[in-house]
């Protein structure tokens, strides 16, 4: 046998054996997450069978375990062995690897099943996606190219934008990589091309034409007016005509490299755009000089570099290019630049007042946006500066657990008695508390029998002559449990509060004197009312790693008895505030404010009174207890939508 089929059989074996490892291998460790909640995959198991059917087998396991198994019906397996001592996730592995079966886990529900190995298909792999967005509102250009055919990418550019790319046949298969990030369209390609080795152009039917950038010999070595057909600029055009480097302009298939040192502007744009044979208008004159250095830039790019910091533009009708102040009419303009992902509010207060100055801004509120006027590469940095801000605002959903636990208990017991006015009635209550009024005669009635025992005679009672008998006990535990459940912007304050509303009498007594200088009181009545509440307000932070700070507020007021049926009810308050931060989808308890309340009274006769058994015969004792506590969970949740 050749070597190297000895060595391709025994690398498919060797693969076989690494694969079933690792099925058992995964299985093993579901089981110990499936243990964590049910701990009888770990527990010992004494088993002993004989002939039996896997589905009884299993079926055995799970019911001494307190496990969920799940059996295929279609496994004719029969099973006989005797088992000590082992665990059943052991018990699990064997018949896995004995009988060729697999575990499927849904949650704590395993079933048992025979294995499939896993089809592999060779599929063609898909082409690499061409990672472009583009923004037709604003005109912007996202890309994050690392080596993608540039055939690809300017045709997602151009499925994407409607606008159409074409490049020179040799550059088909050119690779190019590149980064933008929202960018006006013909800067990003403008920079694409640049980065890539490549120049771009615009044709006058509104193609773009991406050719490869010719090596252009540096003006310092040749004087030649073949490679540099447009020379140097002297005379008016150049303030220091004896220094070859103030007037270095070269223009060459449309790309401009200058290097100029305190050179007046309007010589500038006179000289470049007779060359190129761009037609042009002034609106004011182009006063100031400049000193600038470029390298092969497009006409366009060329006139905002040498603008940039002076208040002259410029604005592009058609094929001609008007030129002035920048405030001038006929150079303003006007645009409207719509949010995506966050509302209008409050927007313009955010934006630095340099980005505002000499720019007009209004509020639209009906389409989420900005109405912006004035000059073009003003609004340009202000469009620039929103985009970077139209983020989503997370939205943080509250969930909140308020749990109020009062327990209360009274105990009432005694003895009273004494002298009523006139004669009562025997009377009362024996459940579900004992509470019982004797008169004389019924008082008389029991003496009698006790009279008559023995040498025992205790007489009787006068006629008004009574006595109360009274024991009671009560007990309440009231448990409390909302669930609330809020949602608010992230940095917005969300607020709940549920209360009850009481009223009270208030009586006003004005003294009046009339012109026989009698006084008369004026009594007036309103009714007055007293709120309690439990209100909680949070104010959600949501940090980059999602971590979550609140700044929480708790009060919480209730009624206690009233002295009269007029009077206002008296309030218990309770309140906290916090600061905490907590992880994405975390819970945490705040509160535990706990109340407790002892009363131990009581009335009676002098010195009786305190003696520990007989106070409860001569006198009357009440003892109350309560104990009330308030509890709140809170779990905020960041949703992105």
């Known amino acids: 046998m050749k070597p190297k089929l000895i060595f391709l059989i025994l690398f498919l074996v060797i693969g076989s054996v690494v694969l079933a490892q690792d099925r058992f291998t995964v299985i093993e460790e579901k089981l110990e997450q499936v243990a964590k909640d049910y701990p009888g995959i770990n527990e010992k198991i004494e088993l002993s069978m004989n002939n039996v059917s896997i589905q009884e087998y299993l ?143 615009k044709t006058p039917d509104d193609f773009y034409v991406l050719e490869k950038k010719q090596v252009v010999a540096n003006a310092g070595n040749s004087g030649n007016t073949a490679a540099n057909p447009f020379g140097s600029l002297t005379g008016n055009a150049n303030p220091n005509p004896n220094d070859a480097k103030n007037s270095n302009i070269k223009i060459k298939d449309g790309y401009i490299t200058m290097d100029v040192n305190n050179m007046p502007i309007a010589d500038i744009v006179n000289t470049v755009s007779k060359e190129l044979g761009k037609n042009y208008f002034l609106f004011s004159d182009l006063k100031g000089n400049t000193t600038l250095k470029v390298v092969e830039a497009p006409y366009d790019e060329f006139l905002r570099l040498l603008f940039n910091g002076t208040e002259l533009t410029f604005k592009k009708e058609g094929s001609t290019y008007l030129f002035g102040d920048r405030n001038l009419e006929g150079l ?40 912006v006027s004035g000059s073009q590469p003003r609004i340009n940095e202000l469009e620039t500066f929103l985009r970077q801000i139209d983020v989503v605002v997370p939205m943080v959903h509250i969930e909140v657990i308020i749990a109020d636990v009062r327990k209360s208990n009274s105990l009432s017991a005694g003895i009273s008695a004494g002298l009523a006015s006139s004669t009562g009635t025997t009377g009362g209550t024996l459940l579900p508390d004992y509470n019982i009024s004797l008169n004389s005669k019924t008082i008389n009635n ?41 949602a608010t912007l992230n940095g917005h304050e969300a607020k709940l509060s549920v209360g009850q509303t009481q009223y009270y009498l208030e009586v006003n007594n004005n003294l009046v004197n009339n012109v026989n200088t009698q006084q008369n009181i004026l009594q007036t009545q309103n009714w007055k009312p007293v709120n309690a509440d439990l209100s909680v307000s949070i104010d959600p932070q949501v940090s980059g790693d999602e971590q979550i700070t609140m700044t929480i507020n708790v009060k919480q007021s209730s009624f206690t008895e009233r002295v009269s049926n007029t009077a206002p009810p008296g309030t218990i308050n309770r309140d906290f505030q916090s600061l905490v931060r907590v992880k994405n989808g975390e819970m945490i308890m705040l509160g535990g404010l706990e109340e407790n309340q002892v009363n131990n009274s009581g009335s009676g006769l002098p010195l009786l009174s305190r003696i520990p058994v007989l106070r409860w015969i001569f006198g009357n004792r009440t003892k109350s207890k309560s104990q009330n506590k308030l509890t709140i969970f809170i779990k905020p949740t960041v949703i992105y939508s």
Do not use: H, W
Request: charge should be positive.
């Open 446 to 486: 029991l003496i009698s029998g006790i009279n008559g025992l023995g040498i025992i005679n205790l007489g009787n009672v006068t006629p008004n002559f009574y006595i109360n008998l009274k024991a009671m006990e009560s007990n309440g535990i009231l448990k409390l449990r909302s669930t609330p459940q809020l």
């Open 332 to 371: 303003r303009q006007s645009k409207l630049i719509a949010l995506k992902n966050r509302t209008i509010e409050k927007v313009v207060d955010y934006i630095p007042a340099e980005l505002k100055k000499g720019v007009d801004v209004k509020v639209f509120k009906d389409m989420n946006g900005l109405i």
């Open 59 to 201: 079926r055995a396991i799970a019911a001494s375990n307190n496990l969920n198994l799940n059996v295929d019906q279609t496994l004719d397996i029969k099973i006989s062995n005797s088992f000590s001592k082992v665990t059943a996730k052991e018990v699990f592995l064997f018949l896995c690897k004995r009988y060729d079966l697999d575990i499927v886990f849904v949650g704590p529900i395993m079933t048992f099943n025979k294995f499939v190995a896993p089809l592999v298909e060779k599929k063609p792999l898909p082409g690499k996606k061409i990672n472009v967005q583009y923004d037709k509102t604003a005109d912007l250009l996202s890309y994050d190219l690392t080596n993608d055919t540039l055939g690809n990418v300017t045709k997602e550019i151009t499925r994407q934008s409607g606008k159409n790319i074409i490049f020179s046949p040799e550059l088909s298969s050119k690779m190019v990589s590149g980064f933008m990030q929202n960018a006006s369209f013909n800067g990003a390609l403008e920079k694409l091309a640049f980065a890539n080795d490549m120049k771009v152009s």
